[in-house]
């Protein structure tokens, strides 16, 4: 059975820092882009990524406008892991974030459909 458990979320003040963890189990996550997308209170999930990162031979990333600058995607192949720094937080950031098997296009990222992690709560409030 697939798995992605992601961990890091919790309330944090404007311009503070949060880093999340997504831990893979059960499917070959070296094979795979992974993305962090995010559903803001009383809003759909967004279909497309906040953060992506293509497989670690392809060298890939992508970042969403809003947060270019500002967050950082990694992932770490021998632990199975892909992480999201995310510094000078806002307001707007405030979502649950999740973790998935993505597609990293030209100019977007979006899920690849097969796997999703629970999500995480980012809340950012003084």
């Known amino acids: 059975q697939s798995h992605l458990v992601e961990s890091g979320g919790g309330l944090v003040q404007p311009g503070g820092s949060l880093r999340l963890s997504c831990t893979a189990s059960g499917f070959q996550f070296v094979a795979y882009d992974m993305g962090w997308f995010r559903q803001a209170p009383g809003k759909e999930r967004e279909g497309e990524g906040v953060s992506c990162i293509g497989t670690t031979s392809s060298g890939r990333t992508y970042y969403e406008d809003s947060v270019k600058g500002r967050f950082t995607i990694s992932r770490d192949d021998a632990k199975n892991t892909v992480y999201l720094q995310m510094n000078s937080l806002k307001p707007d950031d405030t979502a649950v974030y999740y973790c998935?098997?993505?597609?990293?296009?030209?100019?977007?990222?979006?899920?690849?459909?097969?796997?999703w992690g629970q999500g995480t709560q980012v809340t950012v409030s003084s």
């Open positions: 998935a098997a993505a597609l990293v296009l030209h100019n977007r990222c979006v899920p690849d459909g097969k796997y």
